[in-house]
């Protein structure tokens, strides 16, 4: 059983920066694959980016590319998602998730294990 905080949300203008963090319980953070997904009010969850066990590979919504980067720190059980440029359309929940089978189909959120309880990004225009 794993257990994931979100935490680092709030209310940014557009062009700033935001870091999200999230925090894994348990000892074996470093045999899930991670990924950060998104939801707007009113629209489906959204995948927006993934890493592997080990950080080598990671993988990106083509909406956020070249402007958000997702890390991860395996002694600190945390993974990291660096949102800059950020755009009001960009507002939504995001959610971390865990994965404890390999990297494929790491955009496929009906894949992931475990979810957090989500953090509130909001860009103003």
């Known amino acids: 059983q794993v257990q994931l905080v979100e935490s680092g949300g709030g209310l940014v203008q557009a062009g700033g920066s935001l870091k999200l963090s999230c925090a894994a319980s348990?000892?074996?953070?470093?045999?899930?694959?991670m990924g950060w997904f998104r939801q707007a009010p009113g629209k489906e969850r959204e995948f927006v980016a993934a890493?592997?066990?080990?950080?080598?590979?990671?993988y990106y919504a083509d909406s956020v590319k070249g402007r958000f980067t997702i890390s991860r720190d395996n002694a600190k059980n945390t993974v990291y998602l660096q949102m800059n440029s950020l755009k009001p359309e960009d507002t939504a929940v995001y959610y971390c998730?865990?994965?404890?089978?390999?990297?494929?189909?790491?955009?496929?959120?009906?894949?992931?294990?475990?979810w957090g309880q989500g953090a509130q990004v909001t860009v103003s225009s």
């Open positions: 890493i592997s066990q080990s950080g080598r590979t990671t």
């Open positions: 998730a865990a994965k404890r089978t390999n990297f494929d189909l790491a955009y496929d959120s009906r894949k992931y294990d475990y």
């Open positions: 348990g000892r074996t953070f470093g045999t899930y694959a």
